[in-house]
Protein backbone atom coordinates (compact mmCIF):
# COMPACT_ATOMS: atom_id res chain seq x y z
CA UNK A 1 0.00 0.00 0.00
CA UNK A 2 3.08 2.50 0.82
CA UNK A 3 4.25 1.51 -2.44
CA UNK A 4 1.50 2.32 -4.60
CA UNK A 5 1.34 5.69 -2.42
CA UNK A 6 4.93 6.61 -3.75
CA UNK A 7 4.37 5.88 -7.02
CA UNK A 8 0.30 7.63 -7.35
CA UNK A 9 2.58 10.56 -5.71
CA UNK A 10 5.84 10.11 -8.05
CA UNK A 11 3.09 10.16 -10.90
CA UNK A 12 1.24 13.25 -10.16
CA UNK A 13 4.76 15.12 -9.84
CA UNK A 14 5.69 13.84 -13.12
CA UNK A 15 2.43 14.90 -14.43
CA UNK A 16 2.76 18.25 -12.90
CA UNK A 17 6.18 18.82 -14.14
CA UNK A 18 4.88 17.87 -17.85
CA UNK A 19 2.45 20.66 -17.22
CA UNK A 20 4.55 23.52 -16.52
CA UNK A 21 7.04 22.44 -19.10
CA UNK A 22 4.19 22.15 -21.64
CA UNK A 23 3.42 25.52 -20.39
CA UNK A 24 6.59 27.11 -20.83
CA UNK A 25 7.12 25.60 -24.24
CA UNK A 26 3.76 27.35 -25.31
CA UNK A 27 4.69 30.72 -24.17
CA UNK A 28 8.02 30.05 -25.95
CA UNK A 29 6.47 29.08 -29.43
CA UNK A 30 4.13 31.92 -28.65
CA UNK A 31 6.04 34.48 -27.59
CA UNK A 32 9.66 34.34 -26.57
CA UNK A 33 9.85 38.05 -25.73
CA UNK A 34 7.19 37.27 -23.54
CA UNK A 35 8.90 34.51 -21.82
CA UNK A 36 11.83 36.83 -21.26
CA UNK A 37 9.85 39.39 -19.78
CA UNK A 38 8.84 36.58 -16.97
CA UNK A 39 11.78 34.82 -16.58
CA UNK A 40 13.28 38.43 -15.37
CA UNK A 41 10.44 38.98 -13.62
CA UNK A 42 10.70 35.74 -11.62
CA UNK A 43 14.59 36.02 -10.96
CA UNK A 44 13.90 39.24 -9.81
CA UNK A 45 11.37 38.27 -7.10
CA UNK A 46 13.79 35.28 -6.43
CA UNK A 47 16.62 38.06 -5.45
CA UNK A 48 14.09 40.83 -3.45
CA UNK A 49 13.16 38.01 -1.29
CA UNK A 50 16.49 36.79 -0.42
CA UNK A 51 17.26 40.77 0.12
CA UNK A 52 14.49 40.95 2.13
CA UNK A 53 16.34 38.10 4.76
CA UNK A 54 17.24 40.17 8.01
CA UNK A 55 20.75 38.23 7.10
CA UNK A 56 21.00 40.19 4.35
CA UNK A 57 20.91 43.41 6.26
CA UNK A 58 24.17 45.13 8.31
CA UNK A 59 21.98 45.96 10.92
CA UNK A 60 19.53 42.04 10.83
CA UNK A 61 16.94 44.34 13.82
CA UNK A 62 16.29 47.10 11.68
CA UNK A 63 12.89 47.35 9.88
CA UNK A 64 13.32 45.85 5.95
CA UNK A 65 12.38 48.14 3.56
CA UNK A 66 10.30 46.35 1.06
CA UNK A 67 11.32 49.29 -1.99
CA UNK A 68 14.67 49.44 -1.25
CA UNK A 69 15.08 45.73 -1.62
CA UNK A 70 12.94 45.71 -4.32
CA UNK A 71 14.87 48.48 -6.12
CA UNK A 72 18.58 47.02 -5.45
CA UNK A 73 17.39 43.87 -6.72
CA UNK A 74 16.46 45.04 -10.13
CA UNK A 75 18.82 46.83 -10.25
CA UNK A 76 21.41 44.10 -9.85
CA UNK A 77 19.44 42.01 -12.35
CA UNK A 78 18.80 44.89 -14.89
CA UNK A 79 22.98 45.37 -14.53
CA UNK A 80 21.91 48.87 -13.93
CA UNK A 81 24.14 50.14 -10.66
CA UNK A 82 21.56 52.27 -8.70
CA UNK A 83 21.08 52.10 -5.27
CA UNK A 84 19.57 54.15 -2.79
CA UNK A 85 21.98 53.40 0.57
CA UNK A 86 25.16 52.76 0.69
CA UNK A 87 26.35 48.99 -0.14
CA UNK A 88 28.45 48.58 2.02
CA UNK A 89 27.03 50.21 5.12
CA UNK A 90 23.53 48.55 4.70
CA UNK A 91 24.13 45.44 3.12
CA UNK A 92 25.57 42.14 4.74
CA UNK A 93 28.22 40.45 3.50
CA UNK A 94 25.50 37.78 2.69
CA UNK A 95 23.54 40.68 0.85
CA UNK A 96 26.70 42.03 -1.19
CA UNK A 97 26.86 37.94 -2.23
CA UNK A 98 23.16 38.29 -2.71
CA UNK A 99 23.89 41.49 -5.35
CA UNK A 100 27.15 39.62 -7.27
CA UNK A 101 25.13 36.43 -8.05
CA UNK A 102 21.93 38.92 -9.23
CA UNK A 103 24.34 40.99 -11.33
CA UNK A 104 26.05 37.30 -12.73
CA UNK A 105 22.47 36.26 -13.67
CA UNK A 106 21.18 39.68 -15.43
CA UNK A 107 24.57 40.05 -17.15
CA UNK A 108 24.39 36.31 -19.00
CA UNK A 109 20.45 37.09 -19.54
CA UNK A 110 17.85 34.89 -18.11
CA UNK A 111 17.17 32.92 -21.67
CA UNK A 112 20.78 33.01 -22.49
CA UNK A 113 21.69 31.58 -18.99
CA UNK A 114 18.68 28.79 -19.76
CA UNK A 115 20.21 27.54 -23.17
CA UNK A 116 23.13 27.58 -21.81
CA UNK A 117 22.50 24.89 -19.28
CA UNK A 118 20.32 23.16 -21.27
CA UNK A 119 23.01 22.51 -23.70
CA UNK A 120 25.33 21.62 -20.67
CA UNK A 121 23.05 18.48 -20.22
CA UNK A 122 22.48 17.33 -23.52
CA UNK A 123 25.30 18.73 -25.40
CA UNK A 124 23.73 20.44 -28.07
CA UNK A 125 20.41 22.86 -29.02
CA UNK A 126 17.19 21.64 -30.30
CA UNK A 127 15.80 24.10 -33.25
CA UNK A 128 13.40 25.26 -30.53
CA UNK A 129 15.91 25.82 -28.04
CA UNK A 130 17.97 27.86 -30.63
CA UNK A 131 15.02 30.00 -31.50
CA UNK A 132 14.35 30.78 -27.86
CA UNK A 133 18.11 32.21 -27.34
CA UNK A 134 17.98 33.91 -31.00
CA UNK A 135 15.65 35.86 -29.38
CA UNK A 136 17.61 35.81 -26.13
CA UNK A 137 20.70 37.05 -28.38
CA UNK A 138 19.66 39.02 -30.86
CA UNK A 139 20.57 36.85 -32.62
CA UNK A 140 18.51 35.57 -35.94
CA UNK A 141 20.60 33.13 -37.93
CA UNK A 142 19.94 29.85 -36.26
CA UNK A 143 23.05 28.14 -37.06
CA UNK A 144 25.36 30.29 -35.32
CA UNK A 145 23.41 30.13 -31.78
CA UNK A 146 25.20 26.85 -30.27
CA UNK A 147 28.42 28.73 -30.92
CA UNK A 148 27.50 32.21 -30.11
CA UNK A 149 26.16 30.89 -26.29
CA UNK A 150 29.57 28.56 -26.37
CA UNK A 151 31.41 32.83 -26.88
CA UNK A 152 29.13 33.87 -23.96
CA UNK A 153 29.76 31.65 -21.57
CA UNK A 154 33.14 31.55 -22.27
CA UNK A 155 34.18 34.91 -23.08
CA UNK A 156 32.49 35.57 -19.66
CA UNK A 157 34.37 33.55 -17.71
CA UNK A 158 37.88 34.34 -19.54
CA UNK A 159 36.98 38.45 -19.05
CA UNK A 160 35.99 38.09 -15.37
CA UNK A 161 39.07 36.24 -14.46
CA UNK A 162 41.62 37.80 -16.66
CA UNK A 163 39.68 41.33 -14.93
CA UNK A 164 39.84 39.51 -11.50
CA UNK A 165 43.35 38.38 -12.15
CA UNK A 166 44.84 41.50 -13.21
CA UNK A 167 43.28 43.75 -9.86
CA UNK A 168 44.21 40.86 -7.51
CA UNK A 169 47.96 41.71 -7.39
CA UNK A 170 46.86 45.49 -6.74
CA UNK A 171 44.43 45.39 -4.13
CA UNK A 172 47.57 43.62 -2.45
CA UNK A 173 49.71 45.79 -3.04
CA UNK A 174 47.23 48.31 -1.13
CA UNK A 175 47.63 46.23 2.01
CA UNK A 176 44.61 44.22 1.52
CA UNK A 177 44.51 40.95 3.45
CA UNK A 178 44.85 37.91 1.15
CA UNK A 179 41.29 36.95 1.72
CA UNK A 180 39.86 40.90 0.69
CA UNK A 181 42.12 41.06 -2.34
CA UNK A 182 40.70 38.70 -3.62
CA UNK A 183 37.05 38.95 -3.13
CA UNK A 184 37.52 42.32 -3.95
CA UNK A 185 39.11 41.37 -7.49
CA UNK A 186 35.99 38.98 -7.75
CA UNK A 187 33.55 41.61 -7.25
CA UNK A 188 34.54 44.00 -9.11
CA UNK A 189 35.27 42.41 -12.11
CA UNK A 190 31.56 41.04 -11.57
CA UNK A 191 30.45 44.47 -11.55
CA UNK A 192 32.89 45.80 -14.03
CA UNK A 193 32.95 43.74 -17.12
CA UNK A 194 28.59 43.66 -16.73
CA UNK A 195 28.34 47.26 -16.62
CA UNK A 196 26.39 46.90 -13.35
CA UNK A 197 28.64 50.07 -11.61
CA UNK A 198 27.95 48.93 -8.08
CA UNK A 199 30.87 49.22 -6.13
CA UNK A 200 31.70 48.48 -2.14
CA UNK A 201 34.00 51.13 -0.93
CA UNK A 202 33.31 54.41 0.80
CA UNK A 203 32.84 56.86 -2.10
CA UNK A 204 32.74 54.42 -4.91
CA UNK A 205 35.46 54.77 -7.16
CA UNK A 206 36.23 57.87 -5.52
CA UNK A 207 38.24 55.90 -3.20
CA UNK A 208 40.11 54.83 -6.44
CA UNK A 209 40.70 57.94 -7.92
CA UNK A 210 44.70 58.67 -7.66
CA UNK A 211 45.48 54.57 -8.42
CA UNK A 212 45.51 54.63 -12.27
CA UNK A 213 45.82 50.75 -12.78
CA UNK A 214 42.62 50.04 -11.08
CA UNK A 215 40.29 52.52 -13.15
CA UNK A 216 42.05 51.45 -16.07
CA UNK A 217 41.71 47.72 -15.73
CA UNK A 218 37.55 48.69 -14.74
CA UNK A 219 37.61 50.86 -17.41
CA UNK A 220 38.21 48.11 -19.95
CA UNK A 221 36.49 45.90 -18.60
CA UNK A 222 33.34 48.28 -19.17
CA UNK A 223 34.13 49.38 -22.54
CA UNK A 224 34.61 45.41 -23.84
CA UNK A 225 31.10 44.18 -22.08
CA UNK A 226 29.65 47.01 -23.72
CA UNK A 227 30.33 46.27 -27.18
CA UNK A 228 27.96 43.14 -27.00
CA UNK A 229 28.69 39.03 -27.70
CA UNK A 230 28.35 39.09 -31.54
CA UNK A 231 30.73 42.09 -32.05
CA UNK A 232 33.17 39.99 -29.52
CA UNK A 233 32.49 36.19 -31.40
CA UNK A 234 33.02 38.07 -34.67
CA UNK A 235 36.49 39.17 -33.51
CA UNK A 236 37.53 36.35 -31.71
CA UNK A 237 36.78 34.50 -35.38
CA UNK A 238 38.41 36.88 -37.60
CA UNK A 239 41.23 38.38 -35.46
CA UNK A 240 43.40 38.49 -37.90
CA UNK A 241 41.37 39.80 -40.98
CA UNK A 242 39.02 42.41 -39.92
CA UNK A 243 38.17 42.69 -43.35
CA UNK A 244 35.88 39.75 -42.76
CA UNK A 245 33.84 41.90 -39.79
CA UNK A 246 30.70 42.09 -40.37
CA UNK A 247 29.24 45.03 -40.55
CA UNK A 248 27.61 44.84 -37.13
CA UNK A 249 30.84 44.96 -36.18
CA UNK A 250 32.11 47.29 -37.64
CA UNK A 251 29.51 49.51 -36.79
CA UNK A 252 29.82 48.93 -33.09
CA UNK A 253 33.44 49.74 -32.63
CA UNK A 254 33.63 52.73 -35.00
CA UNK A 255 30.34 54.06 -33.31
CA UNK A 256 31.31 53.40 -30.06
CA UNK A 257 35.29 54.66 -30.29
CA UNK A 258 33.50 58.28 -32.10
CA UNK A 259 31.35 58.29 -28.50
CA UNK A 260 34.11 57.87 -26.40
CA UNK A 261 36.60 60.53 -28.22
CA UNK A 262 33.34 62.96 -27.80
CA UNK A 263 32.99 62.61 -24.24
CA UNK A 264 36.39 62.79 -23.74
CA UNK A 265 36.93 66.29 -25.15
CA UNK A 266 33.79 67.47 -24.08
CA UNK A 267 34.20 66.70 -20.76
CA UNK A 268 37.78 67.55 -20.56
CA UNK A 269 36.70 71.00 -21.77
CA UNK A 270 33.23 71.33 -19.41
CA UNK A 271 34.79 70.28 -16.18
CA UNK A 272 38.71 71.41 -16.00
CA UNK A 273 38.25 74.38 -15.05
CA UNK A 274 35.68 73.25 -12.34
CA UNK A 275 37.49 73.43 -8.22
CA UNK A 276 34.73 71.10 -7.74
CA UNK A 277 35.50 68.27 -9.77
CA UNK A 278 38.92 68.14 -12.12
CA UNK A 279 40.15 72.17 -11.38
CA UNK A 280 42.97 70.85 -9.55
CA UNK A 281 44.21 67.78 -10.86
CA UNK A 282 47.60 67.78 -12.58
CA UNK A 283 47.35 66.98 -17.00
CA UNK A 284 47.68 63.32 -16.67
CA UNK A 285 45.78 62.52 -13.84
CA UNK A 286 43.17 64.82 -15.44
CA UNK A 287 43.24 62.97 -18.73
CA UNK A 288 43.29 59.47 -17.06
CA UNK A 289 40.03 60.57 -14.77
CA UNK A 290 38.15 61.99 -17.75
CA UNK A 291 38.57 59.11 -20.19
CA UNK A 292 37.52 57.24 -17.15
CA UNK A 293 34.42 58.73 -16.54
CA UNK A 294 33.53 59.20 -20.37
CA UNK A 295 33.78 54.88 -20.73
CA UNK A 296 31.19 54.81 -17.77
CA UNK A 297 27.93 56.95 -19.76
CA UNK A 298 28.08 53.66 -22.19
CA UNK A 299 26.34 52.03 -19.30
CA UNK A 300 29.40 51.29 -16.68
CA UNK A 301 28.08 53.76 -14.06
CA UNK A 302 31.26 53.99 -12.13
CA UNK A 303 32.08 57.22 -11.12
CA UNK A 304 35.63 58.83 -9.33
CA UNK A 305 33.51 62.43 -8.96
CA UNK A 306 30.49 63.43 -7.38
CA UNK A 307 27.96 63.51 -10.06
CA UNK A 308 26.03 67.02 -8.63
CA UNK A 309 28.95 68.36 -8.70
CA UNK A 310 29.78 68.82 -11.88
CA UNK A 311 28.09 71.45 -14.17
CA UNK A 312 24.76 71.57 -15.90
CA UNK A 313 26.82 71.30 -19.18
CA UNK A 314 28.39 68.12 -18.24
CA UNK A 315 25.20 66.65 -17.07
CA UNK A 316 23.41 67.15 -20.63
CA UNK A 317 26.56 65.44 -22.26
CA UNK A 318 25.96 62.78 -20.27
CA UNK A 319 21.92 62.32 -20.55
CA UNK A 320 23.08 62.01 -24.36
CA UNK A 321 25.79 59.52 -23.57
CA UNK A 322 23.49 57.17 -21.53
CA UNK A 323 20.43 57.24 -23.70
CA UNK A 324 22.60 55.38 -26.35
CA UNK A 325 23.77 53.62 -23.98
CA UNK A 326 26.27 50.38 -25.62
CA UNK A 327 26.25 47.80 -28.31
CA UNK A 328 23.54 45.17 -28.85
CA UNK A 329 23.08 42.41 -27.11
CA UNK A 330 25.75 43.16 -24.80
CA UNK A 331 25.46 43.92 -20.68
CA UNK A 332 25.05 47.83 -21.60
CA UNK A 333 21.47 49.72 -21.82
CA UNK A 334 20.11 52.07 -23.95
CA UNK A 335 18.72 52.55 -27.52
CA UNK A 336 22.37 51.09 -28.42
CA UNK A 337 25.09 52.73 -30.72
CA UNK A 338 23.99 50.46 -33.90
CA UNK A 339 20.64 52.00 -33.45
CA UNK A 340 22.19 55.51 -33.39
CA UNK A 341 24.68 54.88 -36.36
CA UNK A 342 21.77 53.28 -38.49
CA UNK A 343 19.70 56.35 -38.25
CA UNK A 344 22.36 59.36 -38.56
CA UNK A 345 23.63 56.95 -41.65
CA UNK A 346 19.91 57.23 -42.92
CA UNK A 347 19.66 61.29 -42.71
CA UNK A 348 23.07 61.60 -44.52
CA UNK A 349 21.70 59.51 -46.80
CA UNK A 350 18.31 61.50 -47.13
CA UNK A 351 20.20 64.78 -47.37
CA UNK A 352 22.62 63.57 -50.57
CA UNK A 353 19.34 62.43 -52.63
CA UNK A 354 20.60 58.78 -52.08
CA UNK A 355 17.93 56.24 -52.47
CA UNK A 356 20.30 53.20 -50.30
CA UNK A 357 21.47 53.41 -46.85
CA UNK A 358 25.14 52.10 -46.91
CA UNK A 359 28.23 51.89 -44.43
CA UNK A 360 31.23 49.47 -45.13
CA UNK A 361 30.41 48.90 -48.58
CA UNK A 362 27.38 47.18 -47.76
CA UNK A 363 23.36 48.48 -47.92
CA UNK A 364 21.29 48.32 -45.20
CA UNK A 365 17.83 46.85 -44.93
CA UNK A 366 15.20 49.53 -44.68
CA UNK A 367 13.44 47.30 -42.65
CA UNK A 368 16.44 47.95 -39.99
CA UNK A 369 15.61 51.64 -39.94
CA UNK A 370 12.16 51.41 -39.70
CA UNK A 371 13.22 49.31 -36.15
CA UNK A 372 15.63 51.43 -35.22
CA UNK A 373 13.03 54.32 -35.46
CA UNK A 374 10.53 52.44 -33.43
CA UNK A 375 13.85 51.96 -31.04
CA UNK A 376 14.55 55.22 -30.33
CA UNK A 377 11.03 56.82 -30.46
CA UNK A 378 9.81 54.14 -27.50
CA UNK A 379 13.22 54.87 -25.50
CA UNK A 380 11.75 58.75 -25.71
CA UNK A 381 8.78 58.16 -24.98
CA UNK A 382 9.66 56.24 -21.63
CA UNK A 383 12.04 58.95 -20.44
CA UNK A 384 9.60 61.71 -20.70
CA UNK A 385 6.77 59.76 -19.08
CA UNK A 386 9.73 59.11 -16.28
CA UNK A 387 10.88 62.33 -16.05
CA UNK A 388 7.09 64.09 -15.71
CA UNK A 389 6.64 61.23 -13.16
CA UNK A 390 9.67 61.48 -11.06
CA UNK A 391 9.13 65.25 -11.32
CA UNK A 392 5.77 65.38 -9.82
CA UNK A 393 6.88 62.96 -6.73
CA UNK A 394 10.32 64.58 -5.84
CA UNK A 395 9.50 67.72 -6.69
CA UNK A 396 13.78 68.36 -7.36
CA UNK A 397 14.99 70.17 -10.29
CA UNK A 398 14.44 69.17 -13.70
CA UNK A 399 18.06 68.70 -14.67
CA UNK A 400 19.08 66.29 -11.66
CA UNK A 401 15.35 64.24 -12.15
CA UNK A 402 16.74 63.77 -16.46
CA UNK A 403 19.61 62.49 -15.34
CA UNK A 404 18.31 60.48 -13.12
CA UNK A 405 15.65 58.86 -14.80
CA UNK A 406 17.74 58.70 -17.69
CA UNK A 407 20.73 56.68 -16.00
CA UNK A 408 17.72 54.20 -14.87
CA UNK A 409 16.68 53.63 -18.27
CA UNK A 410 19.80 53.25 -20.03
CA UNK A 411 20.71 50.80 -17.11
CA UNK A 412 23.92 53.19 -16.15
CA UNK A 413 23.94 53.63 -12.65
CA UNK A 414 25.09 56.96 -12.71
CA UNK A 415 23.42 59.32 -10.14
CA UNK A 416 22.90 62.49 -9.48
CA UNK A 417 21.72 61.65 -5.65
CA UNK A 418 17.60 61.19 -6.21
CA UNK A 419 17.73 57.77 -6.03
CA UNK A 420 19.36 58.49 -2.55
CA UNK A 421 16.40 60.82 -1.65
CA UNK A 422 13.62 59.65 -3.80
CA UNK A 423 10.50 58.26 -1.32
CA UNK A 424 9.17 54.71 -2.17
CA UNK A 425 6.61 55.67 -4.96
CA UNK A 426 9.81 57.42 -6.49
CA UNK A 427 11.88 53.90 -6.23
CA UNK A 428 8.92 52.16 -7.90
CA UNK A 429 8.93 54.45 -10.49
CA UNK A 430 12.82 54.40 -11.27
CA UNK A 431 12.31 50.44 -10.65
CA UNK A 432 10.07 50.08 -13.71
CA UNK A 433 12.18 52.16 -16.03
CA UNK A 434 15.32 50.53 -15.16
CA UNK A 435 13.44 47.21 -16.19
CA UNK A 436 11.78 48.55 -18.95
CA UNK A 437 15.29 50.07 -20.25
CA UNK A 438 16.83 46.17 -19.62
CA UNK A 439 14.16 44.68 -21.88
CA UNK A 440 12.17 46.72 -23.21
CA UNK A 441 13.43 48.11 -26.25
CA UNK A 442 15.17 44.83 -27.07
CA UNK A 443 11.97 43.22 -26.54
CA UNK A 444 10.02 45.83 -29.01
CA UNK A 445 13.24 45.44 -31.45
CA UNK A 446 12.83 41.60 -31.75
CA UNK A 447 9.29 41.75 -31.85
CA UNK A 448 9.41 44.05 -34.86
CA UNK A 449 12.58 42.13 -36.19
CA UNK A 450 10.82 39.27 -36.26
CA UNK A 451 7.15 40.81 -37.64
CA UNK A 452 6.83 39.67 -41.07
CA UNK A 453 3.35 40.91 -42.80
CA UNK A 454 2.63 40.98 -46.51
CA UNK A 455 -0.74 43.17 -47.51
CA UNK A 456 -1.82 41.74 -51.10
CA UNK A 457 -2.28 45.45 -52.26
CA UNK A 458 -0.69 49.07 -51.65
CA UNK A 459 -2.24 52.41 -51.03
CA UNK A 460 -1.37 55.18 -53.45
CA UNK A 461 1.83 56.88 -52.37
CA UNK A 462 1.93 60.35 -51.22
CA UNK A 463 4.27 62.62 -49.31
CA UNK A 464 3.85 64.73 -47.06
CA UNK A 465 5.43 67.69 -45.95
CA UNK A 466 8.23 67.55 -43.38
CA UNK A 467 10.11 70.47 -41.74
Given at each position: ?KT???????????T???????????????????????S??????V?????C?P?????????V?????L?????????????PV????????????????A????????L??????G?????R???RQ????A???????I??????????????????A???????????????????AL???????????N???F????????????????????????F??????????M?????????K?????????A?????????????????S???R?L???????????????A????????????????????????D?L??I?G??????G?????T??????????????????????R?????V?K???????A??????????T???????????????????F??CG??????????????????????L????T?????????QST?R?????E??????
Amino acid sequence: MKTSRREMFDERVLTSGRRFRDFLDRIAEASPARLALLSFMAVIAVFVALLCLPAAHRDPDADVSFAKSLFVAVSAVCVTGLTPVTTEEYWSDFGIAVITAAIQVGGLGILTLASILGMAVSGRLGVRQKLIAAQATNTFQIGQVGTLLRTVLLTVVIAEATVAALLFPRFLARGEELGDALWYSVFYAVSSFNNAGFTIHPGGMEYFHDDHWILFVIMAAVFVGALGFPCVLMMALFWRTPKKWDLHTKLTLATSGILVAVGFFFLLLFESSNPRTLGEEGAFPTAMEVLFMAVMPRSGGFATMDVADMNQTSHLLFDVLMFIGGGSSSTAGGIKVTTLAVLVLASVAEARGLKDVTAFKRRIDPAVIKVSISVTLAGFVIVIAGTLTMLQITRLPLDLVLFEVISAFGTCGLSSGVSAEASDPGLYVLSLLMFLGRLGTITLAAALSTQSTRRLFKYPEERPIIG
